[in-house]
């Protein structure tokens, strides 16, 4: 037998976007929410992180809408001197669970099931008693688990590990109790370069560390990441992106352009990075990084023997004394697009270049206050989360093109100027400053330019790959290039082709020319866009 419940929203997942599009709802209706979470709290992958991981971005930046996170405070020691605060774990569990209990709960308009599966059907089951829910859904599920991706510290190593091998996750080189003659970071991501900062920053010389890194990434500049008083820094970079995006030849000559102006930056000043995830760090953590010379670029790992570690490309010795530590889990989810909003569903996905929890409230505004499901889709098409440097230019892109769009919404343009989770809401106090009006004449130069500039350069290495897809696709794209009548399926492709602003009319991707190579990288994001461009499923929900 299993209890009846009644509720408009059932929002599975009370990590950072269940909590934010929760936030919305509240704010913006009147609607019962009812959470159903796993995990014993709220905070989804926060609960099971890393003890010394911090936020990439400023506190400011991060939660939900209507409460702050932190003080907003600069810090003045540390790799982060001089800009504002990272929360780390532990104050960020401690404030979902505030956010939980002094703000959803008191509404009587919330309900929470910690420590519960959802079972599909608007069914779920405590993973405590066994007691089980039925749930009528008034209006619609959220799903926050489409995307959900793995961490090292609840996932297997991605590879073999004899008997013997002291292999741990990332957090437990925090309560070792046994010295190391070695530490061995397996990982190119952002817990891997936390990794060898803890470490640095705790006395351990870099010549105890090897780096095994697939491999190299872009890293995003934190000066440029910076509210307040320091957000003219931020605007600054914003003009500083659109003017590169409108001048480079490539690509690659857009990295190059950004790394000048020091808005990208790269452990290796010889190395090619071939990864981007969006991650942020401080010129003072890279300098501590760069200490590191014992860096290993053979692929990844296959298995690690008791004298030795096998990798994609050769092997590298190891010893009985050596504590390796796993950071290799793949993180971000990037499967198959569909619809943010459907008929009883909205799957959260991301839609735009920005900071995330930006995104997640900004949905939870749309479904509020907006009430066509085919205009919500037409705001905000769905984009994967970046991986390789490609990725930058398509989430760009979908940015400039859907602001404009998105500006016609009175209710969402007037939240997103008033939300402290827009990155550049507080830049109407300094609007008459000259900094600010040089990146304002800038943009405004620039905007046009670099929209059409990214869809050539985007069009230059996807154009095969649209045509490829195209040939034999029942749904978005016929088989002689042209759009069908369905703008959703039509919003997908061009989105994340990026060479269409429009989601009714993609006569641009009419295949017109042939790739004479493709990169290891590009094949990757070929393989994950080509799924993403099939019509998305009308499934019912989860």
């Known amino acids: 037998m299993h209890e009846e419940l009644d509720t408009d929203y059932l929002v599975i997942g009370a990590g950072a976007a269940g909590m934010a599009f929760t936030d919305a709802l509240l704010t913006h209706s009147d609607a019962t929410i009812t959470i159903v979470d796993r995990r014993h709290a709220p905070g989804g992958h926060w609960v099971d992180a890393y003890p ?12 939900v809408s209507s409460v702050l996170l932190g003080q907003d405070a600069v810090d003045v020691a540390g790799t982060n001197a001089g800009f504002y605060e990272l929360a780390g774990a532990d104050e960020i569990r401690a404030y979902y669970e505030r956010v939980m209990h002094r703000h959803f709960l008191p509404t009587g308009r919330v309900r929470y099931f910690p420590s519960s599966d959802y079972a599909g059907e608007h069914r779920f089951v405590s993973t405590l008693t066994g007691a089980s ?44 109790d046994e010295r190391a003659d070695r530490y061995v970071i397996i ?29 190299d990434a872009w890293w995003l500049n934190r000066k440029f990441q910076q509210p307040h008083e320091l957000v003219l820094d931020l605007y600054g970079g914003v003009a500083i992106q659109i003017e590169a995006m409108a001048e480079a030849t490539s690509v690659e000559d857009l990295f190059a352009r950004l790394e000048s102006e020091g808005f990208f930056l790269r452990i290796d000043p010889e190395v090619v990075p071939e990864m981007f995830r969006g991650a ?123 602001e404009r769009a998105r500006a016609q919404h009175p209710a969402l343009a007037s939240w997103t100027k008033t939300t402290r989770l827009n990155p550049v809401s507080g830049l109407s106090s300094y609007r008459d400053d000259p900094r ?44 002689d290039g042209s759009c069908d009548t369905n703008p959703l399926a039509t919003g997908l492709v061009a989105q994340q082709t990026g060479v269409s602003a429009d989601v009714a009319d993609c006569s641009i991707l009419t295949p017109t020319s042939t790739f004479t190579s493709a990169s290891r990288a590009l094949r990757g994001t070929a393989t994950r866009w080509s799924s993403s461009f099939q019509a998305a499923p009308r499934t019912s929900t989860p």
């Open 280 to 402: 942020v760090v401080s010129e003072a953590e890279l300098r501590l990084l760069r200490r590191i010379d014992d860096v290993v670029r053979l692929g990844h790992v296959q298995r690690i023997e008791r004298d030795a570690i096998v990798l994609q490309r050769g092997r590298v010795p190891t010893s009985a004394g050596t504590v390796h530590v796993h950071c290799a889990a793949s993180g971000l989810a990037r499967p198959p697009l569909r619809p943010i909003f459907e008929p009883g569903r909205v799957t959260i996905q991301p839609f735009f270049w920005g900071f995330a929890c930006y995104q997640f409230a900004m949905l939870g505004v749309m479904e509020a206050t907006i009430e066509s499901d085919r205009e919500k889709n037409r705001l905000c098409p769905p984009i994967a989360y970046w991986d390789v440097n490609e990725d930058y230019l398509t989430a760009f892109l979908a940015m400039l093109t859907g």
């Open 187 to 215: 990982g190119g991501g952002k817990t891997a370069l936390d990794a060898c900062v803890w470490l640095l920053e705790r006395g351990v010389p870099a010549s105890m560390i090897q780096w095994i890194r697939p491999r």
């Open 52 to 63: 010394y991981v911090r936020l990439h971005q400023p506190s400011t930046f991060y939660g």
């Open 436 to 479: 600010a009006i040089e990146g304002r004449e800038r943009i405004k130069r620039f905007a046009g330019a670099a929209v059409v500039n990214l869809q050539k350069l985007l069009s230059r290495l996807l154009v095969l790959l649209v045509a490829v897809v195209a040939l034999g696709c029942e749904d978005g794209i016929d088989n």
């Open 133 to 176: 829910w039925h749930v009528r859904v008034a209006r619609k599920l959220i799903d926050t688990t489409y995307l959900e991706g793995t961490i090292p510290a609840t996932s297997a190593p991605p590879f073999e590990v004899a008997d013997g091998v002291r292999c741990i996750p990332a957090g437990a080189i925090a309560r070792l």
